[in-house]
């Protein structure tokens, strides 16, 4: 597993200009991890928590949350289940390089810091799904 973490910024708005600091992240899987996330299922699993990204704005925030099902539904059909919502999950390393804003560059050094930790136990939980002991155990109690 490579994993690369860049910084990048963008601005918004035409007379008020703001600054977002993202977190832009990109993990290349070897090919038996690839085998394992396949043969587990754990694509949908979810490495971090996240809220509404910085670049978003409020009329954004409040028509994803007032989607009605039909919109729901298509978009996942469409986009995929993981468009529903912000977390990071194995689907969407998978599909390619995640890009996070966050408003200042401080929140920006800490949500790098959680993906990171994030990203340790990823790796923890497909090496423990790889394979089951093959050895026969036997103890007293």
């Given at each position: 597993?490579?994993?690369?973490?860049?910084?990048?910024?963008?601005?918004?708005?035409?007379?008020?200009?703001?600054?977002?600091h993202g977190v832009a992240v990109r993990v290349r899987f070897d090919p038996e991890e690839l085998?394992?996330?396949?043969?587990?299922?754990?694509?949908?699993?979810?490495i971090l928590e996240r809220g509404y990204p910085s670049d978003m704005s409020d009329n954004a925030i409040h028509k994803h949350t007032n989607k009605s099902l039909g919109k729901k539904l298509l978009t996942a059909a469409v986009s995929g289940v993981d468009s529903l919502h912000f977390d990071l999950t194995v689907t969407k390393l998978?599909?390619?390089?995640?890009?996070?804003f966050l408003g200042t560059p401080m929140e920006a050094k800490g949500y790098e810091k959680e993906l990171k930790n994030g990203l340790v136990n990823l790796k923890g939980w497909i090496v423990g799904n790889?394979?089951?002991?093959k050895e026969t155990a036997s103890f007293e109690l």
């Open positions: 597993m490579k994993v690369t973490i860049n910084h990048v910024q963008k601005t918004s708005g035409l007379i008020r200009k703001t600054t977002h085998a394992v996330i396949r043969e587990r299922q754990l694509e949908k699993d979810v998978l599909k390619g390089e995640d890009v996070y790889a394979d089951v002991e």
